[in-house]
């Protein structure tokens, strides 16, 4: 087991990803992108859930946010991704530290139903405000990045050139996204991370022993839903379009689900759950169209037996072999 | 400024849709108040309603009673579901924490929607009103449906009905009592597992009930679940989780709000609706007649 963990695995899954567009078919390479994008969605909400305890069930506002944020500034304005991307990022944040203000004053159930209301606000003008939006019909045709000075550079290699725009696009949301989850398992790893897991164990004792619980949860809201806005910023590019839709409830539903499955304790469970639901939904949808269907039935499931998702199975299964082990 | 014909006829169908989101706010809040639960299979349980209404019309033909027992077969029908999602599978996750119902109550809504695909497809269908209702009302100038005037009566017959219902009889008692201490009233001697059941059968009951009974002025459609859902938890939110009067005044707030919004901000009247729910929250989470949870 020692051994097994010694190997640096997250650098491993890295580099593979890169080989995708290479060894697979453009599906593949459309699939491990949504799957990347997914991770680093359910990944930022996780800190929220997860790591603080805190059920946010309108996570996808921000996402929304992000996604109008880069493709407004990059079909209207002209704005080059290199800005517009991080831009994402600063808008869904600031939204969050005003949304988050009101929410975390509030506990449990209500705090639930205030993200949710904040969400629907943001679904409900993004699908009126026509004139910014582009109101129900969303907005279509993001441009990709310019990835000229990339394309020049790479046709004087002999290996690395003749790949795609979206294959480009992959490979550059691949390094944003690795650098998004490293940045937040710093967080994680951090007092202040640790800080939020004691508020979510007990509150009443950290506030105790002097912790201003409030302002932690509203950092934890504002960090999470900027990640968010980032994760819908490529994703819209990715996308090829924007759509009212990104901030539905439903979908915060969706990565809920995500979170739920892969496992809530871990930091790479959400990321599994993502990957997990994504390659079964490419399965499914194959053989039947009733994949809500499918996936309900997995979630009643998994919130029978597996209550800590695919990681918690994994790591209890371990502690189980481990303890042969000794034994033995 | 519209003249008042104008205002009165508005205000009118604001009333009728505020009276219907009552009759399906109310078990959601019922929910609620006793089992500590937000259900978001609410929503399916109405649209299931909507389309066992219509399906057994189907079986009746047009006779002059065939709506009416279409109506109360469904929610009959519903119930009966309800009560056996929560005996079977939502009591064993009473004492885990939210998330859990919540994404239970979210997987119901996954599965019951593709059901209701696979049963009836997802070309949208519709009722024709029941015979008897099917006239209109000129009045101040403006026109009411009876079918309207129907369900107006019928959304404060039925307040009136729970409220009794709750204050003066042994289960009501019983129900009140539970939402207030559940493990005083276990002790007592009372089976509250079978009182949760109970609820639970009576508020899908009223949820497949508003399903039914609006299939003659809206279409039934893939999607009404979800979409009835949200509007369900704003009036509930507004009123007053768990509180049955904050429900009545949270429908016709909502009904009115959504009904002049559409006069005068056209554009932002959905955004208005929202933008209430969470003032309410911010200013007072415990809504505008609930009492604040301990």
């Not at chain 1, 593979?16 to 994008?37: C, E, K, Q, W």
């Not at chain 1, 490979?171 to 944003?176: A, E, S, Y």
């Not at chain 1, 599994?272 to 499918?294: D, E, K």
């Not at chain 2, 109360?72 to 309800?82: H, I």
């Amino acid at each position: 087991m020692k051994t097994l963990s010694r190997v640096p695995w997250a650098l491993l899954v890295f580099a593979a990803a890169f080989f995708v567009p290479a060894a697979g078919s453009r599906y593949y390479t459309f699939l491990a992108n949504d799957v990347v994008i997914w991770a680093l969605f359910a990944t930022s909400l996780n800190l929220l859930v997860g790591y603080t305890g805190l059920v946010s069930f309108g996570h996808a506002a921000y996402f929304g946010i992000g996604a109008y944020t880069t493709g407004i500034l990059m079909k209207k304005v002209g704005v080059p991704f290199l800005l517009a991307f991080p831009a994402a990022g600063v808008v869904a944040g600031l939204f969050a530290l005003v949304f988050g203000f009101f929410c975390v004053r509030l506990t449990r159930i209500y705090f639930a139903m205030l993200t949710l209301a904040f969400a629907q606000i943001v679904w409900a003008i993004c699908f009126k405000w026509n004139e910014v939006t582009g109101g129900e019909q969303g907005m279509p045709e993001i441009p990709y990045p310019d990835f000229g000075w990339l394309e020049r550079v790479a046709a004087w290699l002999p290996i690395v050139g003749g790949y795609r725009t979206s294959d480009y696009f992959y490979f550059l949301t691949l390094v944003l996204v690795a650098v998004c989850l490293w940045l937040l398992r710093r967080v994680v790893g951090s007092p202040f991370g640790r800080m939020l897991t004691t508020i979510r164990e007990n509150p009443e004792r950290a506030e105790f022993i002097g912790v201003n619980v409030r302002r932690y949860e509203l950092a934890a809201f504002v960090v999470a839903g900027a990640f968010a806005g980032l994760a819908g910023g490529l994703f819209g590019i990715f996308n090829r379009g924007v759509f009212p839709d990104f901030a539905y409830w439903t979908k915060s539903s969706e990565v809920l689900i995500m979170t739920l499955l892969g496992g809530m304790g871990t930091f790479i469970g959400p990321a599994l759950g993502a990957l997990a639901l994504i390659w079964l939904n490419q399965q499914i949808v194959s053989y039947t169209q009733y994949w809500p269907f499918i996936l309900g039935t997995i979630l009643i499931v998994l919130l029978f037996v597996f209550p800590g998702g695919i990681a918690g199975a994994v790591e209890s299964a371990a502690r189980r072999l481990r303890r042969r082990r000794q034994v033995a | 400024m519209p003249d008042l014909s104008f205002v009165f006829a508005q205000s009118l169908s604001g009333l009728t849709a505020a009276m219907f989101l009552f009759l399906i706010a109310s078990g959601l809040s019922l929910i609620f108040g006793v089992l500590r639960v937000l259900n978001f299979a609410h929503g399916s349980f109405y649209m299931l309603g909507a389309y066992s209404a219509y399906q057994i019309v189907q079986w009746l033909g047009t006779g002059p009673v065939s709506f009416w027992v279409a109506a109360f077969g469904a929610a009959a029908g519903v119930a009966l579901l309800g009560g056996i999602v929560e005996r079977f599978l939502f009591q064993r996750l009473y004492g885990k924490e939210e998330l859990y119902h919540l994404l239970f109550t979210y997987a119901l809504v996954l599965v019951l929607g593709d059901v209701a695909k696979v049963l009836w497809g997802t070309q949208q269908k519709s009722l024709s009103r029941p015979p008897g209702l099917t006239g209109a009302l000129s009045l101040f100038g403006a026109t009411i449906p009876h079918y309207n005037l129907f369900i107006i009566l019928l959304g404060p017959a039925i307040a009136l009905g729970f409220w009794f219902a709750l204050q003066r009889t042994r289960a009501g008692r019983f129900i009140r009592a539970a939402a207030l201490d559940r493990e005083t009233l276990g002790a007592l001697g009372v089976n509250v597992n079978a009182l949760y059941t109970g609820v639970f059968v009576l508020a899908s009951f009223l949820g497949g009930l508003g399903g039914a009974l609006i299939t003659p002025m809206r279409a039934i459609v893939p999607g009404m679940d979800t979409e009835v859902i949200v509007e369900a938890f704003v009036v509930v939110v507004i009123g007053g989780l768990g509180s049955f009067w904050g429900t009545f005044l949270g429908a016709l707030i909502y009904g009115q709000v959504l009904s002049f919004g559409i006069l005068f901000f056209p554009r932002f009247s959905i955004f208005s609706i929202f933008a209430l729910m969470a003032a309410v929250l911010i200013i007072r989470p415990w809504g505008l007649l609930g009492k604040p949870l301990k």
